[in-house]
Nanobody, 121 residues
Framework: QVQLVESGGGLVQAGGSLRLSCAAS????????MGWYRQAPGKQRELVAA???????NYADSVKGRFTISRDNAKNTVYLQMNSLKPEDTAVYYC???????????????WGQGTPVTVSS
């Protein structure tokens, strides 16, 4: 009933930039927090950045000053601008959203399918 579709991943050289997008669609009444997570091979999924409805943000220490999260509430879309990329940023990046579904109680923890980011040295 709710879908999150990511785009923008790919292969980039160290020091380069990428911009990820994630659009939510379906039976959406509203969206609370949105965020980006990543999972590198052999590692656990970790929070990269999150943003509230009002625009309050928080970042993992490893990406502070390099990544910027933003959202367009009218489009139900969240973005992740990634600059000064490092090989250790290589991972599959997942979009996450806390969705209030139309005609339901509570919230739905929705996830995208993931988009791979590879940073070469």
């Amino acid at each position: 009933q709710v879908q999150l579709v990511e785009s923008g991943g790919g292969l980039v050289q160290a020091g380069g930039s990428l911009r990820l997008s994630c659009a939510a669609s379906g039976r959406i009444f509203s969206i609370n927090d949105m965020g980006w997570y990543r999972q590198a091979p052999g590692k656990q999924r970790e929070l990269v950045a999150a943003i509230s409805t009002r625009g309050n943000t928080n970042y993992a220490d490893s990406v502070k000053g390099r990544f910027t999260i933003s959202r367009d509430n009218a489009k139900n879309t969240v973005y992740l601008q990634m600059n000064s990329l490092k090989p250790e940023d290589t991972a599959v990046y997942y979009c996450n959203a806390e969705v209030v579904v139309v005609h339901s109680f509570g919230t739905l923890d929705a996830w995208g399918q993931g988009t791979p980011v590879t940073v070469s040295s």
